[in-house]
C-alpha cells in the first residue's frame, strides 16, 4: 500500500493552474527529497521533477515542485492538452527501507 | 542516450518462477544503483526492489521479501530479477529503472508478467 497520498484526480481548462498535493511522513518526505513522475498513457514512468524542484533537462518550465515538511505539490502553468497523464511522487523511506510512490493523480484537460 | 530494455516477461502458473533481465547501455551501469518498480493493471507504481552500485546492499518491499531476488552482473551491464513462488497478485507490467535511493531518472519500456493458470 502506497504511504504517500495523493488526490485521485484533479482537471483543468487549458491555459489554468493545477496543483497536486503528496501528502507523507517524517520518515520519507520529512528526511528525504520529493521526485515526481508523469506516465502518458500507455507508455513507462518519466522523471518530471527531482530533488523537491528541480526540473531535468527537457522538461518545460510550466512544471514546478516544492516542498514543505512532510508535503509536497507539484504545479502545472498554462496547462495544455498534453499534460493529461497520470502523475506520481515518489521518496526514499527510511522507516520501510524503500522508494516509495504516491497513489498517483490523473489529471484531465476539460 | 541511456537504454534500459527489458526482458524475460510471459505467462506463468501460480507457484512458478520467471527470471527478468534488464540490458542497460548508454551510461556507465557499474557506477549507478538500480531498481525494479512494477504496475499492476490499471494500477499505480509500486516499487519492488533496488540493489546498490557494487551488489553488496539490496533492498525489497515486504511483499516480495523471500520469493524475489534481484541481482546484476556490471561486466554485462545487466539487471536481474530472479522471481520465485509467483501469485496472482504478482501480475503487473515490470520496470527496470536507473537510480535507488535518491531518485529513480531513467525507465525502460517495461516487461509484462502474467500469473494465472
Same mark, same amino acid.
Given at each position: ?110 | ?37 512494477? +504496475? ?5 507504481? *509500486?516499487?519492488? !526492489? ?7 546492499? &539490496?533492498?525489497? $518491499? ?19 530479477? +530472479? ?5 496472482? *497478485?504478482?501480475? !503487473? ?7 535507488? &535511493?535518491?531518485? $529513480? ?13
Amino acid at each position: 500500500q502506497s504511504v504517500l497520498t495523493q488526490p485521485p484526480s484533479v482537471s483543468g481548462t487549458p491555459g489554468q493552474r493545477v496543483t497536486i498535493s503528496c501528502s507523507g511522513s517524517s520518515s520519507n518526505i520529512g528526511s528525504n527529497s520529493v521526485n515526481w513522475y508523469q506516465q502518458l498513457p500507455g507508455t513507462a514512468p518519466k522523471l518530471l521533477i527531482q530533488s523537491n524542484s528541480q526540473r531535468p533537462s527537457g522538461v518545460p518550465d510550466r512544471f514546478s515542485g516544492s516542498k514543505s515538511v512532510t508535503s509536497a505539490s507539484l504545479a502545472i502553468s498554462g496547462l495544455q492538452s498534453e499534460d493529461e497523464a497520470d502523475y506520481y511522487c515518489a521518496a526514499w523511506d527510511a522507516s520501510l527501507n524503500g522508494y516509495v510512490f504516491g497513489t498517483g493523480t490523473k489529471v484531465t484537460v476539460l | 542516450e541511456v537504454q534500459l530494455v527489458e526482458s524475460g516477461g510471459g505467462l506463468v502458473q501460480p507457484g512458478g518462477s520467471l527470471r527478468l533481465s534488464c540490458a542497460a547501455s548508454g551510461f556507465t551501469f557499474s557506477s549507478y544503483w538500480m531498481t525494479w518498480v512494477r +504496475q499492476a493493471p490499471g494500477k499505480g507504481l *509500486e516499487w519492488v !526492489a533496488n540493489i546498490k552500485e557494487d551488489g553488496r546492499e &539490496k533492498y525489497y $518491499v515486504d511483499s516480495v521479501k523471500g520469493r524475489f531476488t534481484i541481482s546484476r552482473d556490471n561486466a554485462k551491464n545487466s539487471l536481474y530479477l +530472479q522471481m520465485n513462488s509467483l501469485r496472482g *497478485e504478482d501480475t !503487473a507490467v515490470y520496470y527496470c529503472a536507473r537510480g535507488g &535511493k535518491t531518485v $529513480v531518472s531513467y525507465w525502460g519500456q517495461g516487461t509484462l508478467v502474467t500469473v494465472s493458470s
